[in-house]
């Protein structure tokens, strides 16, 4: 089941937890790619300093400022796309960063081709155009769904974001999110 808008208007670390386990899935053509999400990071309003909220509303950022459920995607290093989910209230810069997947084609499953948020968005062909589009709807390319998986606390795993060192106290958030012992997770 598609999930619908209404499941990214709460807490965005409740949405970063809950993602995992969900199943993004991209329509392309006659091709449609999936993979089960299996690392996360969140990112919280103005005062996060490894938010590009941080730097306040720009043309950039201005998907974040945005309702919730829809993408915030953006080319990082001039070559990688990353793929993030608007949480929240509309105005409220928050969204979830989806760091990687296991992918469900058997044929690729021993591959890591989706495990880092650059790789994940190459492989599933994700780029700028679905920037500001919703994930919900029956004309969504790009949506995640609910197979009714049902990850236990126990079983995610908490630390702190990735390549965020010049963050300040934000930097010690223990907001990523990861499922324990899964193979395909970017970083341990």
């Not at 995992?20 to 006659?30: D, E, P, Q």
């Not at 949480?87 to 084609?105: C, G, H, M, Q, S």
């Not at 599933?124 to 606390?153: C, H, M, Q, S, V």
């Amino acid at each position: 089941m598609k999930l619908k808008q209404n499941f990214y208007n709460q807490s965005t670390l409740k949405v970063a937890k809950k993602l995992l386990g969900k199943i993004l899935v991209r329509k392309a053509g006659r091709k449609t790619l999936r993979g089960l999400i299996v690392e996360t990071e969140a990112y919280i309003g103005p005062a996060d300093k490894a938010s590009h909220a941080s730097r306040g509303k720009t043309p950039r950022t201005e998907a974040m400022f945005g309702e919730p459920g829809f993408w915030y995607i953006y080319l990082i290093y001039g070559m990688y796309y990353c793929l993030n989910i608007v949480t929240e209230n509309k105005d409220y810069p928050a969204a979830v960063l989806i760091r990687a997947v296991e992918l469900l084609n058997k044929k690729e499953k021993p591959y890591r081709l989706a495990s880092g948020p650059g790789k994940l968005c190459r492989y599933f062909k994700i780029e700028k155009k679905l920037n500001k589009t919703p994930a919900f709807g029956p004309r969504a390319k790009l949506y995640l769904e609910d197979i009714g998986l049902k990850i236990k606390p126990c079983q995610i795993v908490k630390s702190q974001r990735v390549g965020v060192d010049y963050a300040g106290e934000y930097k010690d958030k223990l907001w990523r999110f990861y499922l324990k012992d899964n193979h395909f997770v970017s970083k341990k």
